[in-house]
């Protein structure tokens, strides 16, 4: 799925918030002294813990409040998510308050909650719930856990974002679970092939209604390239150096055009990251890449790439649904694209920002265009 706009569309304002548990963040850039020290100093945290659901819900209850109503505006959301991806019965708490299981047909029987069947043709028999109140929610994770413990299982390697310590020495609430910190790992690569993407871009602006098939596809060409050089960029590849020699029978590769021989900067978190923390890396790089085309730099460019969490069984949250009242959760949960959740299950998105402008933009503005990825089993697009 591709899509496109200016920087000062609404859009690139909830990208962080629509998209609860990113587990890696790759943001890649011509490089800059000046880009580097401002994404660099962006960092997060998280916490991790052996748990049972029960006492999850208890210390999540604790930290949210009675109500359990999260504002995404603030720090303090709370996430949390089982960090493995070996259990086919899987849970999640997203920034709303709203606890969604997705488990087993046995194992929904037994829990004796609302929820519905995964409609997809070929996927396990599975079913997504959650609970109408707050009683019922704790009696079926106590339920879960018996299950859990019968089997001989121990308790769940959770992490999760939020209660933290009110003094701010980010030391985590409880003094069992440990905290971790989340900074960027920074690599620089050198006389690579370097693409100049506010060129290949802006042409679609020209296309109007895409009256010219022809164009829109040369136009969706280039941009294909573009990508393609982006995840070649996160994987240092080899390919990508303006001294390759490799063999054309083994693989060829040409970087997109325009380009140029350069530097490229490489910044990659890896972690439960919060929508907020998600949010200040895009929100950085617009205002980075603002001050460029003020310097009528239009050369550069920013790419962040976001990968999901396989396991949670919320990936997307619509824009109308952040801020959802979570107590009646069975209506909470329409707003939410199904997903089944699995290993190999894939929620990937690349934006690439520019501060090119056309003539169309105002000075201070730029454009993006982003591609949005999703597995097998997915309702989001239908």
Same mark, same amino acid.
């Given at each position: 799925?591709?899509?496109?706009?200016?920087?000062?569309?609404?859009?690139?304002?909830?990208?962080?918030?629509?998209?609860?548990?990113?587990?890696?963040?790759?943001?890649?850039? #011509?490089?800059?002294?000046?880009?580097?020290?401002?994404?660099?100093?962006? =960092?997060?945290?998280?916490?991790?813990?052996?748990?049972?659901?029960?006492?999850?819900?208890?210390?999540? /209850?604790?930290? *949210?409040? @009675? &109500?359990?109503?999260?504002?995404?505006?603030?720090?303090?959301?709370? +996430?949390?998510?089982?960090?493995?991806?070996?259990?086919?019965?899987?849970?999640?708490?997203?920034?709303?308050?709203?606890? *969604?299981?997705?488990?087993?047909?046995?194992?929904?029987?037994?829990?004796?909650?609302?929820?519905?069947?995964? #409609?997809?043709? $070929? =996927?396990?028999?599975?079913?997504?719930? /959650?609970?109408?109140?707050?009683?019922?929610?704790?009696?079926?994770?106590? *339920? !879960?856990?018996?299950? !859990?413990?019968?089997?001989?299982?121990?308790?769940?390697?959770?992490?999760?974002?939020? &209660?933290?310590?009110?003094?701010?020495?980010?030391?985590?609430?409880?003094?069992?679970?440990?905290?971790?910190?989340?900074?960027?790992?920074?690599? %620089?690569?050198?006389?690579?092939?370097?693409?100049? @993407?506010?060129?290949?871009?802006?042409?679609?602006?020209?296309?109007?209604?895409?009256?010219?098939?022809?164009?829109?596809?040369?136009?969706?060409?280039?941009?294909?390239?573009?990508?393609?050089?982006?995840?070649?960029? =996160?994987?240092?590849?080899? %390919?990508?150096?303006?001294?390759? %020699?490799?063999? @054309?029978?083994? $693989?060829?590769?040409?970087? #997109?055009?325009?380009?140029?021989? &350069?530097?490229?900067?490489? +910044?990659?978190?890896? $972690? +439960? +990251?919060?929508?907020?923390?998600?949010?200040?890396?895009?929100?950085?790089?617009?205002?980075?890449? *603002?001050?460029?085309?003020?310097?009528?730099?239009?050369?550069?460019?920013?790419?962040?790439?976001?990968?999901?969490? @396989?396991?949670?069984?919320?990936?997307?949250?619509?824009?109308? &649904?952040?801020?959802?009242?979570?107590?009646?959760?069975?209506?909470?949960?329409?707003?939410?694209?199904?997903?089944?959740?699995?290993?190999?299950?894939?929620?990937?998105?690349?934006?690439?920002?520019? #501060?090119?402008?056309? $003539?169309?933009?105002?000075?201070?503005?730029?454009?993006?265009?982003?591609?949005?990825?999703?597995?097998? !089993?997915?309702?989001?697009?239908?």
């Amino acid at each position: 799925m591709l899509s496109k706009g200016a920087f000062s569309s609404a859009e690139l304002s909830h990208l962080g918030k629509v998209h609860p548990f990113t587990r890696q963040l790759d943001v890649v850039f #011509p490089s800059s002294d000046e880009f580097e020290k401002a994404l660099s100093q962006l =960092c997060t945290s998280y916490c991790r813990a052996q748990l049972s659901l029960s006492e999850l819900h208890e210390f999540a /209850s604790n930290i *949210t409040g @009675p &109500g359990r109503r999260v504002n995404i505006s603030i720090a303090s959301v709370f +996430l949390a998510v089982p960090n493995t991806t070996e259990c086919n019965d899987t849970w999640c708490i997203d920034q709303r308050g709203v606890l *969604t299981l997705c488990v087993s047909k046995t194992l929904y029987e037994q829990l004796g909650l609302v929820g519905r069947k995964m #409609p997809f043709k $070929g =996927c396990p028999e599975q079913y997504v719930a /959650s609970a109408v109140t707050r009683a019922q929610e704790k009696a079926a994770l106590l *339920t !879960w856990d018996n299950i !859990w413990a019968q089997s001989g299982f121990g308790k769940w390697d959770v992490v999760y974002h939020g &209660g933290i310590s009110a003094s701010g020495d980010g030391a985590a609430v409880h003094s069992s679970h440990s905290h971790v910190q989340v900074e960027p790992r920074i690599q %620089r690569s050198v006389d690579v092939h370097v693409p100049i @993407p506010a060129l290949a871009l802006v042409r679609e602006n020209h296309l109007k209604d895409a009256e010219d098939a022809e164009e829109t596809e040369e136009w969706q060409d280039r941009t294909s390239e573009l990508y393609e050089w982006v995840g070649l960029a =996160c994987l240092g590849a080899q %390919r990508l150096k303006a001294n390759d %020699r490799v063999d @054309p029978y083994v $693989g060829v590769y040409d970087a #997109p055009s325009p380009s140029c021989i &350069g530097s490229i900067t490489h +910044l990659c978190w890896k $972690g +439960l +990251l919060d929508p907020v923390f998600t949010q200040s890396v895009i929100d950085t790089s617009i205002a980075l890449l *603002t001050n460029a085309s003020a310097q009528n730099d239009t050369q550069t460019f920013i790419a962040i790439t976001r990968h999901a969490y @396989p396991q949670s069984p919320v990936s997307f949250i619509p824009p109308s &649904g952040t801020t959802a009242e979570p107590g009646i959760s069975i209506e909470v949960q329409k707003e939410v694209p199904l997903r089944v959740p699995r290993a190999d299950s894939e929620d990937t998105s690349c934006l690439i920002l520019t #501060p090119f402008s056309d $003539g169309e933009l105002s000075k201070d503005d730029g454009i993006w265009v982003m591609a949005e990825s999703v597995g097998q !089993w997915d309702a989001r697009w239908g």
